[in-house]
Each structure stands twice: as C-alpha cells, then as structure tokens.
C-alpha cells in the first residue's frame, strides 16, 4: 500500500449532516484525474470557512476533502499539457464542493484546471493571494475593461479588512486609484490606510436603506458585501461608473431601482472566480504578479497550522482575522 498522509475530510453524518475531520489517506483514496499534484501551500477564504464551521451549503458530495485553493508542484501527469515539476495553482473549479480539496499533501486534478504559478510569485506568496486576490483582480480587471481609470475619481471597497478587500485595496492603490475602504471595524483604519486606502468609513454609512439615486461619489465600487451595502453604493455610483458584486457577506439581497442603470449609465458586473476561463485565470494570475506589492502581501499574510485550520475557519467568521492566511500543507 502507498504512503499515508493527512487530510482534513468532509464525511456524511445521516443523510443531512456531516463532520469535519483529519484523517490519514493514501493516493488510492484520492479521485481518478490525471495530474498527481504535490500541495505544498493552500489558504482559508470564506468558502472554505463556510465549509468547515458547516455554516454554509458549500459541500455537495462526501466524503471530501476541503479547500479550494492549491499552489504546489506537479509529481506525475498522463497528460501532456503539464510535466513533472511544474509549478501549478488551482483555484475553485469545484474543489471542496463536488471536486475533491487542497487540504491534503497530495491531490489528483483535471489538467483543464491548473494555471502555471507566474514569475515572481512564490507559492506561498500565491496562496496569501489566494481565490480571495484572484477574485480581487477579476474584479479590478472588470473596472478597467469598462473605462475607469484613475483620474474618474473614487473606489470604494467594502468588506475591505476581509481577504478580496484587502488586496483590492492592495491592487487599485497600487495602480494609482484613491480608494476609500468601508469597514465594520474602524479599529483597523490603520491597517486599512498602511495597504493603500485614502480614507476608510464605517460600514453604517452604507449599510441601510438607500434612496433610488444619492450624491453621486464613486467612480467604481468593489462589492464584496452585497445587501443594503450594494444598493447604497449602486446609488452613489457617478455616471457611467462601473460596480462589481462578487460577494455577500453582508447578505444575498440586493434591493435597487432601475433609476441609476437608466439615468446615469451604471453597470453592475457580476464577478465569478470558480467557472472562470483559463485565460481569464491565466491573464489575472499574471497581472497579479505584477500588480501587488509583495512586501505588503507578506506584511499581512497570517501563517496557519495544518493542525489549527477548523479554529482559523471560526475565527474568519467571528470577523478575528484580517487579511490573508496562509496554510503550509505539505
Ligand atoms: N464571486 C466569487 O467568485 C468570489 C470569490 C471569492 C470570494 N467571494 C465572496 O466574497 C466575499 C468576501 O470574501 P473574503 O474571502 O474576502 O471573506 P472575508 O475574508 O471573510 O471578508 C469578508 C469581509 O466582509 C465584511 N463583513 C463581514 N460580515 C459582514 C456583514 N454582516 N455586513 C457587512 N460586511 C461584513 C468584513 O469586513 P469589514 O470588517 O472590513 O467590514 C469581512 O472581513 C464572500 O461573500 C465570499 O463568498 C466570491
């Protein structure tokens, strides 16, 4: 038999419920895909800390294993595409929900879902981007492909000391956007300025209800937060500004009008990281690279224990964390 190793398994309790625990697998347990991956880092966003505090319907079948970000190294491929030692990412794609996880020392995935760890970026430094950066990029390159440049006027960011929020602070501040971040946390302004926002609000000022169209400030929003905290921001989006939806921490709701898609040419994009395109990953995973400021990544990159994954994924909830954690695998 082949040589055991952990992994942080999802398995069924009667028909509606499940536990979350380590157990010792072999590559025998691990699901028939062609590319045999060494998983050396992996992270904790916000699915997966659904997943594993079960406070949300992330897992479709069991058992699984979670996590659903992997950098790590090719070992064997029966396809083409990838050669032993390549160094790979895989973001979504199902991991964690109907595609076997990351939090496992090995994995076997489709060659369709990898994506070559660019230049300059080292895996552990990818895995503090994460799907939570990646989508942070989805949504920044989304600003720019509807015109907002930086001379438009204001970002804002909500959910912004949360992991898409931090590095979409990182990004925009970097390509020279003033951006204001919007929090539940004010105790962390500082924090929020020191990754490159202009000004930080508290999360009240948005979070209620909105009238059909406000004082027009934003030239772009990264919502990370949705609910009223999306209306709100819809109707203070200037015109032609472009919103971004990519998340709902804050609620799935979304109360508007019509009014500022009609009257002043708003556009609200839906961002989506886990069905994405390789290219689209590829180009977002290059300009990644080039647009994050690696020191400050590694300024707020949290190192998490293997062992201590199911405590850091209750914390993430009870809002205990900031930024991004990192989970050395392997
Ligand atoms: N579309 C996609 O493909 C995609 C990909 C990745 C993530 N997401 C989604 O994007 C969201 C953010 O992900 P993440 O990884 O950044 O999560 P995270 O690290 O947990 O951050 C979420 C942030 O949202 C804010 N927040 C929490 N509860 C809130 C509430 N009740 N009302 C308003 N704000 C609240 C908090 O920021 P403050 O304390 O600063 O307010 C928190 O730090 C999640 O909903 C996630 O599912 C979607």
């Given amino acids: 038999m082949s040589e055991s190793f952990k992994a942080l398994m999802a398995s069924a309790v009667g028909e509606r419920d499940y536990e979350v625990s380590f157990k010792e697998i072999t590559e025998d347990d691990l699901p028939d895909l062609p590319v045999l991956v060494e998983v050396d880092y992996s992270t904790i966003n916000y699915k997966d800390a659904l997943a594993i505090t079960k406070k949300g319907r992330i897992i479709r079948s069991f058992p699984m294993i979670c996590g659903i970000d992997i950098a790590g190294k090719v070992i064997s491929s029966d ?3 990838w050669q032993t030692g390549d160094d790979i990412i895989v973001n979504g794609f199902g991991l964690s929900e109907t595609e076997q996880g990351a939090y496992s020392r090995r994995q076997r995935v489709s060659a369709d879902w990898l994506v070559k760890l660019p230049k300059g970026l080292s895996p552990r430094q990818a895995m503090a981007i994460g799907t939570a950066g990646y989508t942070a990029m989805l949504c ?11 001379q438009d006027g204001e970002i804002l960011v909500s959910g912004a000391t949360g992991g898409v929020g931090s590095i979409a602070i990182m990004i925009l501040a970097k390509l020279g956007f003033s951006v204001v971040a919007v929090t539940g ?8 300025k020191s990754l490159g926002a202009s000004d930080v609000i508290e999360r009240g000022e948005l979070d209620r209800d909105a009238k059909a ?5 934003w030239a ?9 905290t999306l209306s709100t921001a819809i109707a ?11 998340g709902l921490a804050g609620g799935f709701a979304l109360n508007s009008t019509v009014m500022p898609f009609i009257l002043r040419g708003v556009k609200l994009i839906g961002i989506d990281s886990v069905m994405a395109s390789i290219s689209k990953r590829q180009k977002a995973w ?19 224990d293997f062992n201590d994954v199911p405590t850091a994924c209750a914390d993430l909830l ?4 900031k930024g991004r954690m990192v989970v050395k695998v392997n």
């Fill in 79 to 81: 396809d083409d595409k």
């Fill in 140 to 150: 920044v390159q989304a600003l720019e492909d509807h015109g907002v440049k930086p």
């Fill in 185 to 192: 946390r004010m105790e962390h302004q500082d924090y929020l």
């Fill in 213 to 217: 169209m406000e004082k027009e400030r």
């Fill in 220 to 228: 772009g929003v990264v919502d990370c937060v949705g609910g009223k």
């Fill in 236 to 246: 203070q989006t200037k015109y032609n500004g472009t919103v971004t939806a990519c």
């Fill in 286 to 304: 290059l300009r990644l690279a080039q647009d994050i400021d690696l020191d400050l990544l590694e300024q707020g990159i949290t190192d998490i």
């Fill in 318 to 321: 009870e809002g205990r964390t």
